[in-house]
Each structure stands twice: as C-alpha cells, then as structure tokens.
C-alpha cells in the first residue's frame, strides 16, 4: 500500500565481523533502505565505520543507501561518502553552522540530503530549510548506541516537523532509535514515513515478517 511507511533496518546491530550475512539478511526481508550509522567518537561517544565500509556494503547492494552521519565537522566528510556510493546523506544540525551551504553541496552532488536533530534540539531549527531537505531525520533515542528505548516526547516532534511541511515539497520524515512492535504505531500515527530499525530487525527470527509487522503498523 501506497501510504505504509518505508523501513531501513542499521547495520549498527549486525555482526560486524560479517556484514555480507548483514546486507543479504536485509535484501530478503524486502525492507526499502539500508540505514548505516558513521560515529566518531568526537558528537557521540561510540565509533563505527567510515566511507570504505559504505562503498564495500555499495558493491553488495542495489538497496538505496541512507547514511546518518553522527560525526562532528560533517562537511570535512561528505565528499568521501558521496564517492562511496550513498543515496542519502543526512548529518546533524548541532554539528555544524552553515547547514544550508552543506545541504547544497550534497543536492549538487545529486545525492539526497538531510537533516538529523537530537532530542533536545526543538523542531523550529530547521524552519528556514522546508525547502531544501529531501529528509528529517528525528531522533527518538540519544544517538550513539543501539538497544535504546524510544523517548516518547520526540514523537510530538514529529508531528510538528510534519504539520511545518504541509504545502512544501514531500520529505521521508524518519524516526530513528527504540522503534519496534510496541512503539511503531505511535512513531508512524505521529507521522513518520521511514522507520530505522536496528536491534528489534536484527533481533527477529523472520526479518520479513518484521518488516512487514512495522509496515503494516496503522492497518492492523
Ligand atoms: O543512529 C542510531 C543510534 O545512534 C540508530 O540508527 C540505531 O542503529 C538504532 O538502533 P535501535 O534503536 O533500532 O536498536
Ligand atoms: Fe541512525
């Protein structure tokens, strides 16, 4: 159905000893995206993976990819993730001060851009940006680990980025940390479009059935 929300299982809770099981895991479940979180232990405290990890997962799969970089001086970093092959790039309003200027780097690139706010960033800082975004992305957890419970106050968040949306061009509102069974009809009620999740699709005896469960979040 035409309304589901699209989801993006994170590599972050794969093995990363074999993330080939990962991807293809991921490819069978029919999920839409492949989300990878980039850490540098700098904006949040953990370390991840860097460009070469994306351009090695970007040989494995047609899926696109959506990379959500939680690293401080973002702009230093774009280009190497643009050359690795990503289809989103979406980086954090408190990393940096001339988001827009970024955001035009990644649009001319002809990759797709977004933002990423932490909880306690307010949704009016994006306002002077409905026009450039191709995707929000609201954090619903503070970013830097995986297995963390969903903060129920970001979804009125989402709601707010969503009603600030209505009449400018359509974004993928994504909501990203704790989503699973028990908090996905609230996430998509609120208004996501694109749910992440990484513990509760890598935790699941049948990936595609929890795609499907999270798909089917409003209908059920
Ligand atoms: O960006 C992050 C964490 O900072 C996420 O993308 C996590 O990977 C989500 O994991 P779960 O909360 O779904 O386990
Ligand atoms: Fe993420």
Do not use: W
Not at 52 to 80: F, G, W, Y
Not at 160 to 183: C, H, W, Y
Request: charged letters at 20%; one cysteine or more; a negative charge.
């Amino acid at each position: 159905m035409n309304n589901q929300p699209l989801v993006a299982p994170s590599v972050l809770s794969a093995d990363f000893g074999d993330i080939a099981a990962a991807i293809d895991r991921i490819e069978a479940s029919q999920a839409d995206m492949v989300h990878l979180d980039v850490m540098d232990g700098h904006f949040v405290p953990n370390i991840t993976f860097g460009p070469k990890m994306v351009a090695d997962i970007r040989k494995r799969t047609k899926l696109p990819l959506d990379v959500h970089l939680m690293v401080d001086n973002p702009e230093s970093h774009v280009d190497a993730f643009i050359d690795a092959g990503a289809d989103y790039i979406t980086f954090h309003l408190e990393a940096v001060t001339h988001a827009h200027r970024l955001i035009q780097r990644i649009r001319d690139a002809k990759v797709k851009a977004g933002i990423s706010l932490v909880p306690s960033t307010p949704a009016s800082a994006i306002s002077e940006l409905l026009e450039d975004l191709d995707l929000v992305l609201v954090m619903t957890v503070n970013p830097g680990f995986g297995g963390q419970k969903l903060i129920p106050g970001c979804l009125r968040k989402v709601t707010q980025i969503k009603t600030m949306f209505e009449g400018a061009s359509p974004i993928l509102l994504s909501v990203d940390g704790g989503i699973n069974r028990d908090t996905v009809r609230a996430a998509v009620s609120a208004g996501a479009n694109l749910l992440v999740s990484g513990s509760a699709f890598f935790r699941a005896e049948d990936p595609a059935e929890e795609v499907r469960f999270l798909k089917a979040a409003l209908s059920s």
